[in-house]
């Protein structure tokens, strides 16, 4: 089985075998001596899987006697149930959840190595339409942003395409809403949850169980009425850059998603989609949480050293050093902005569970929430 | 995530499937039946709806190209899904692939037994109508809504065919679909909204005169017919379809909404094969393969590296948000099985010869026992007698009859289902096998019209199952001139079980434009349970 995993692992899924194939062609021309390497084991969310796959980033942690071997979950699964003993560390994709596993194992020191912003993919007839119902307005910081409050307001009232004034190029007669991941599962739907209920609870960090049984009567909506949600970020995505506008007019997504489909070039993002920001916004803080001592090395690595910063970037990921993203954005040409003005800090763990379980309640009730 | 590899074992395939067993590559010589697997590394074992099936001589080369030889096992659709979501398929198959998996991923422990997805490529279910129909309905630039269809559906303007939603993914997403758009909510449709659907949809099925098991089927079924105007189905089956007079349809994409099926590639979690799995999703979405899929099957590429052909067209599809609840999805099945669709008159001919004694005449009398409600799964109770068909059983021996007709209500339809139970518990096998005599008197039943039924032939069937040659009255031949005299197009699904003669029952299949269903390997109940969706 080992052998596969250099030919097998490369061949990632999705545009990551497009950004693989570059990436490992151009790059390193692989580290090939025989040295014995100490194999690190992790478990990480799905999204970071084709950067750990990337012949390039696999050849630099060989250069420092390391092979890294990871599975995917959840986040949400990395916290609770998943079984951490096979592994030397976790790699959760937001800051709750590994602040969770760190203090049940009451680890000392884990690793921000990178950052994406929650975004939205749109198209510009959405941006448009939505600009003149005054939802998406100008950030004043070069990009344009979805106001929250304003689109939770749209939700309330159980708005539909075809009744937002001056819509003549979106006339759809479903809801207005965004698409997002499976909540229970997924943490860039855990991310939007965690914006909206800023929002919801009056701007500010939702702290106590009774603001979680508020704003959840707000929130939950946002997931429940949507419909079917799948289970990974990807996915969704996909729909978006293939199947385009009809089924997806905006979805949430890991900056990242977008930007690393724009560095790559290859044409997947076409002239008519556009980049958005909720307003406000919150930071997937991918965290390593080290369970062994082997794996402290990988996140030190992945923190401190600017080779891996640099590939990183290229999966869309912003590192410690704000200039590595810049220098992408600005040799790309990507429509990306430098940084973000909007940003709010997610719940903490034991809020944000208890928010999204009062949402998955709500899927079991079957009951619809009052909206 | 590994560690359940080992832990389905032979105990497990109790869950029989009426599964054709096809090795695409040749590694796979002995496979069938229930053996267990015993593959090379590079072979996947591969769970599938038979919507996939078009896929065969592109996934042969998936040997060659990406080292991947894949063994391919065909199911229902909910079958397939019970079966991921109980654990049968762990250890068995590597991975599933149906068109889609939102109804699969509804049932509670079903997300636990998948690993990664994978969307290959995508099709929308939509209406194609023969051109002369379309122009007719002002339908011919491809513009209309369900709203639009549905009215014209309800005051007969055209017929149409569909699967049945219980059996195939088509007919499944199309009633979705339907539904969500006749509904007056935007948002994903719950119980209560589809109770308030209900009357439309009963219009706007008022005009579904045929019906199928699966996608495949409808489509033969829709070539032989002319008075079928058009079929809801995937496009890509719909833009291979050609009318019985050799026209392609005019597709039409409904402006309020479609359901699309997007062929997730689904590696279970028990697998051990996973970098296999990643190399064959890769190759698959490698630029070359999606544009080759584009072509052959007529299905939208998934990578957007590959734009759609001008087969296609341009106009966005809106998607209709689908139920996230399985006692939504349920109920809307439900719905169009026991109130919507038009009812179903069906015949069952049973062999209760002496041969039949023992085992034959239980797992008989199990099997029809599973119909009248006691198969407690969702798949056993979409297959149930429904609610306002006419069910006649005729058993036969050395003589045909008597036949005993039952109507199941409206509503409550418990009591009329006991009495069928009651009627089939005391079969007993004696005599010879009088097989055409018993067949004839069925088609005699059905079109003097004794015992009711409503709704003409459209939903009329007849079921043959017997265990061995014919001995006694008519002869095959004799059938067959009789039934040419009818001037009918009743079918009979024949079942194939204990030592049949597959031969000339194959000939009664053909000559009514049935099906044959092989219950010799497989459980007599599961061969039922798969006519049901025909019915």
């Known amino acids: ?371 | 995530m590994r560690r359940a590899i080992t832990a389905a074992g032979p105990a497990l395939l109790l869950a029989v499937l009426l599964t054709v067993l096809l090795a695409v590559a040749a590694a796979c010589s002995g496979a069938g039946g229930d053996a267990p697997p015993q593959d090379g590394p590079d072979v996947l074992r591969v769970l599938a709806g038979s919507e996939i099936k078009d896929l065969e001589p592109l996934l042969a080369k998936a040997a060659g190209a990406a080292g991947v030889k894949v063994s391919l096992s065909y199911t229902g659709t909910l079958d397939g899904a019970e079966q991921v979501a109980s654990g049968g398929a762990d250890g068995r198959y590597d991975a599933v692939w149906f068109s889609s998996n939102r109804y699969l991923s509804l049932i509670d422990g079903a997300s636990a037994r998948l690993s990664t997805q994978t969307k290959i490529m995508v099709s929308p279910v939509v209406l194609g109508l023969s051109r002369a129909k379309a122009r007719e309905l002002g339908w011919d630039t491809g513009q209309a809504t369900w709203t639009d269809i549905g009215e014209a559906a309800r005051k007969h303007r055209f017929t149409f065919g569909m699967t049945n939603p219980a059996s195939s993914n088509s007919g499944f997403s199309a009633l979705v679909g339907v539904a969500a758009a006749l509904s007056d909510a935007g948002e994903a449709l719950d119980q209560a909204q589809i109770a308030a659907v209900t009357p439309r949809l009963t219009g706007f099925f008022s005009a579904q005169t045929l019906t199928a098991g699966s996608s495949g089927w409808l489509a033969d079924a829709f070539r032989r017919r002319t008075d079928v105007d058009g079929l809801i189905n995937y496009e890509s089956v719909l833009l291979g379809l050609r009318t019985a007079s050799g026209e392609p349809l005019t597709l039409v994409y409904p402006g309020d909404g479609v359901v699309t099926a997007d062929y997730p590639l689904t590696l279970l979690a028990s697998s051990a094969k996973k970098e296999l799995y990643g190399k064959l999703a890769a190759w698959l979405r490698t630029p070359g393969v999606q544009r080759e899929i584009m072509t052959t099957t007529a299905r939208r590429p998934i990578v957007p590296e590959v734009r759609p052909d001008a087969r296609f067209g341009t106009a966005p599809l809106l998607e209709l948000p689908f139920p996230n609840r399985r006692s939504a999805a349920d109920a809307l099945i439900n719905a169009y099985l026991n109130q919507v669709r038009r009812p179903s008159r069906t015949v069952f001919v049973l062999d209760t010869s002496g041969s039949m004694e023992g085992d034959r005449i239980d797992a008989l009398k199990q099997a029809l026992t599973a119909l009248t409600g006691a198969d407690a799964s969702a798949s056993g109770q979409f297959s149930r007698f429904r609610n306002r068909e006419t069910v006649t059983l005729l058993p036969f021996s050395t003589v045909a009859g008597p036949a005993s007709t039952f109507t199941v209500p409206e509503h409550d339809p418990a009591a009329v289902l006991r009495r069928i139970r009651a009627y089939g518990d005391v079969l007993t096998a004696r005599g010879g096998t009088a097989i055409y005599d018993g067949l004839r008197d069925a088609y005699e039943t059905v079109r003097s019209g004794q015992g009711g039924g409503q709704g003409g032939e459209d939903f009329t069937s007849v079921v043959l199952m017997t265990d061995g040659e014919n001995t006694d009255g008519s002869s095959y031949e004799d059938f067959a001139g009789f039934y040419r005299t009818l001037g009918t197009r009743i079918p009979t699904f024949v079942v194939l079980f204990g030592d049949s003669d597959v031969a000339e029952m194959r000939q009664v299949a053909t000559l009514t434009g049935g099906a044959v269903f092989d219950a010799r390997q497989a459980s007599l109940a599961s061969a039922f349970k798969e006519i049901r969706g025909y019915q």
């Open chain 1, 1 to 371: 089985m080992k052998r596969w995993i250099g030919i097998g692992l490369a061949l990632a899924l999705g545009a990551a075998v497009v950004l693989a194939l570059l990436l490992g062609n151009g790059g390193d021309g692989g580290g090939g001596e025989q040295r014995t390497l100490t194999t690190v084991r992790g478990v990480i969310g799905s999204e970071k899987k084709p950067f750990f796959d990337d012949p390039a980033v696999r050849a630099a942690f060989a250069r420092h006697g390391l092979r890294v071997d990871v599975d995917t979950a959840g986040s949400r699964e990395i916290a609770t149930t998943v079984d951490l003993r096979p592994y030397d560390f976790a790699f959760p994709s937001s800051v709750p959840a590994a602040e969770k596993i760190r203090q049940a194992r009451r680890i000392a020191r884990t690793y921000s190595p990178f950052y994406s912003p929650m975004a939205v993919a749109t198209f510009q007839p959405i941006v448009d339409v939505l600009e003149k119902a005054g939802v998406v307005r100008d950030s004043g910081a070069g990009y344009q942003v979805l106001d929250l409050r304003r689109f939770l307001d749209l939700v309330a009232t159980g708005t539909r395409w075809d009744a937002l004034p001056g819509n003549t190029s979106y006339r759809a007669r479903k809801r207005v809403l965004l698409t997002t991941t499976d909540v229970r599962t997924s943490n860039s739907a855990a991310m939007y949850l965690a914006a909206t209920s800023y929002v919801a609870n009056g701007d500010d960090v939702v702290t106590s169980r009774a603001q979680v049984a508020e704003v959840a009567r707000t929130v939950a909506p946002l997931f429940l009425d949507q419909g079917y949600s799948e289970s990974s970020t990807e996915a969704p995505f996909e729909d978006y850059l293939a199947l385009g506008i009809g089924k997806t007019p905006m979805v949430v997504i890991y900056e990242a998603q977008y930007a690393a489909r724009l560095f790559a070039g290859g044409g997947a993002i076409r002239p008519d989609m556009r980049l958005i920001y909720p307003a406000p916004t919150v930071l997937s803080k991918h965290t390593l949480v080290p369970l062994t001592d082997r794996a402290a090395e990988v996140g030190r690595l992945l923190q401190e050293d600017p080779e891996f910063a640099r590939l990183a970037a290229r999966y869309g990921f912003r590192t410690a050093d704000p200039k590595v993203f810049a220098d992408l954005v600005a040799t790309t040409k990507a429509p990306v902005p430098a940084s973000l003005v909007d940003v709010v800090e997610p719940p903490a763990y034991d809020r944000l569970e208890e928010l999204v379980s009062t949402v998955e309640q709500r899927y079991l009730a079957g009951a619809k929430p009052s909206s």
